[in-house]
């Protein structure tokens, strides 16, 4: 985790026209169309858009789990962590089987991977659930030890698909602000997902909109807010609010004939 | 933790801290004295009533002696056969042959599950014909496996594998099938493709299907065998549980065949108590899915 594989690095991710049609099952529309977005190293970049704008077929893109129809995606720190709207635990395995997994798949040697494994729980303030089954953690936690597994891939990205939404607000909140601690500590890049403006406001650094049926980037910020933020400041609310009035023109624009 | 972020949400800590505290679920051992009331009393209730019934009508006489013998007679059945010393020889040779041919059904039903849920072609060519063939009687086999076979051990085992090895390859098919694409793609994400991601995600995650198949096919081995040893019953084979039931029915001893039924039942209920009853909760407890 060394500052200077960042900065040798140009970008996080970069997409170049990327476009998404799904055959067969799909109508024939594409979902995604010549998107291009680039994310720098340690940066932390919210996607916004409506529900069903292709939020996840762009992470799946990303992830290396689909592939586009046409353009190109360059992911140069190799493959990149993933974590899920559900948790996407394993549950045959404790909390710190599920990390351990995460750390044997990178080829990490077993005597090092159980102090590993409870380094990253303790990162994500769950240090003593090490036993824990899935079915034993709360929503909040379950979401915290799927944090540490992405991480445990050790990867330079970070992908996020809207990994709090079904949360409640005050957990939700206590997550945010681990993430951002989370985040500063490690110098990674985040791509994240997300239809929540406020979320978004509060967490990135940038913040792109996407619009629906064909999804494309609409227009983007560059929040300047210094982190630690909190989803209640004035300012996360005020830029919430431009940005909200711009997702309910778009969403407006499908209602038209 | 003097951290600009603490400093800026003093709060969140102690927040985080009775978040965890709420939610977590506490897991506790049920005490030996409720196991007792629960779980072992329902049981031991219905047999005790089940004898009463039958001593009752034994009693009233509602048939002759020979129909249906006193529950004395059946347990005098039992004592001889005791005193013999033949009653575990007769067991051991039907569990023996149950146990090995289910062990064999495992070896071929396993990597057959796995063929038909992972190759296409496969799965269309074979998998109608192995549903089907679980709603066959594998009694219908034993002929055929006679014919083949003669009255060999040889055919008990056929007859076994006919009965176990769909039951035990459809359960993996079922459980592959119902391993949610989530947990698939969260495999591949950590890295986990091709042999590895089989061993390490696809398998385990499709465990509970293939448990509940093992105990079906369990179930099967036993019924086809029973059925193998009443059909082809030959003084040349070891006496099994079958054949002890099928001596006792030329022989017109009515306690000695309602002791086989019984010992038949007992043997079945047994093993499944002991060794998939046990194997089946754990699975699925250790997955939060059973209490
Ligand atoms: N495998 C697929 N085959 C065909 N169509 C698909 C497939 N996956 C997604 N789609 C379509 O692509 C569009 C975008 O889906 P996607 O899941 O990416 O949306 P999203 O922005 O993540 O939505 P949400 O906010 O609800 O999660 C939808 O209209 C969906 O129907
Ligand atoms: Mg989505």
């Known amino acids: 985790m060394a500052p200077a594989t960042t900065t040798a690095l140009a970008h996080a991710v970069r997409l170049d026209h990327v476009d998404k049609t799904f055959g067969r099952s799909g109508d024939g529309r594409p979902v995604l169309e010549d998107i291009s977005l680039t994310v720098a190293p340690g940066e932390f970049v919210c996607l916004l858009g409506a529900s069903g704008c292709g939020k996840s077929t762009l992470l799946n893109l990303v992830a290396g789990l689909d592939r586009p129809t046409g353009g190109r995606i360059d992911v140069p720190g190799g493959r990149p962590a993933l974590m899920f709207q559900e948790h996407a635990l394993f549950p045959w395995l404790t909390a710190g089987r599920n990390i351990e997994l995460a750390l044997r798949l990178r080829g990490v040697p077993r005597p090092a991977r159980r102090t590993e494994a409870e380094r990253l729980l303790d990162l994500v303030r769950l240090g003593g659930s090490y036993g824990k089954r899935v079915h034993e953690l709360s929503g909040g936690m379950r979401q915290r030890v799927a944090l540490a597994r992405a991480l445990a891939q050790d990867s330079r990205l970070l992908l996020m698909d809207e990994p709090f939404a079904a949360l409640d607000a005050i957990t939700r909140d206590v997550l945010h602000h681990e993430l951002t601690r989370i985040w500063r500590e490690t110098e990674l890049s985040v791509l994240f997902v997300t239809h929540n403006v406020r979320e978004a406001v509060r967490l990135g650094g940038r913040v792109v909109l996407l619009s629906s049926r064909p999804g494309r980037v609409v227009r983007e910020w560059t929040v300047d807010l210094p982190q630690p933020r909190r989803i209640e400041d004035a300012a996360v609310a005020e830029l919430s609010v431009e940005i909200t009035e711009e997702l309910r023109g778009e969403i407006r624009r499908h209602g038209k004939p | ?291």
């Open chain 2, 1 to 291: 933790m003097a951290s600009p972020d603490t400093a800026r949400h003093p709060d969140l800590a102690g927040l985080e801290a009775g978040l965890d505290a709420l939610d977590t679920v506490q897991v506790r051992r049920t005490p030996v004295r409720q196991v007792l009331l629960r779980k072992v009393l329902p049981p031991v209730t219905a047999v005790v009533l089940v004898l009463a019934v039958w001593k009752l009508l034994v009693v009233a006489g509602v048939t002759e002696d020979y129909k249906l013998p006193d529950p004395a007679a059946v347990w005098d059945s039992l004592r001889q056969l005791w005193l013999k010393g033949t009653l575990f020889d007769i067991i051991w040779t039907s569990v023996s042959r149950g146990l090995l041919g289910f062990a064999a059904a495992l070896a071929l039903g396993t990597p057959l599950g796995l063929l038909v849920a992972r190759v296409p072609f496969v799965r269309a060519a074979l998998g109608p014909v192995l549903s089907g063939l679980q709603s066959l009687p594998s009694v219908a086999w034993v002929p055929a496996a006679v014919i083949w076979l003669g009255i060999t051990d040889a055919a008990m085992y056929a007859v076994i594998l006919l009965g176990a090895v769909p039951s035990i390859a459809n359960g993996l098919v079922s459980g592959i099938d119902q391993v949610p694409p989530l947990y698939l793609r969260a495999g591949r994400t950590l890295g986990a493709t091709g042999a590895r991601g089989a061993r390490l995600v696809l398998l385990p995650a499709a465990l509970p299907g293939y448990v509940a198949g093992l105990k079906q096919g369990w179930a099967f081995s036993w019924r086809s065998l029973m059925a193998a040893e009443l059909i082809a019953s030959s003084p040349d084979l070891g006496l099994g549980l079958g054949q002890y039931l099928e001596n006792a029915r030329t022989d017109s001893d009515m306690p000695g065949v309602l002791l086989g039924i019984l010992l038949i039942l007992f043997v079945g209920i047994a093993i499944d108590l002991a060794v998939f009853s046990p194997l089946e909760r754990r699975v699925l407890r250790t997955r939060g899915l059973a209490a």
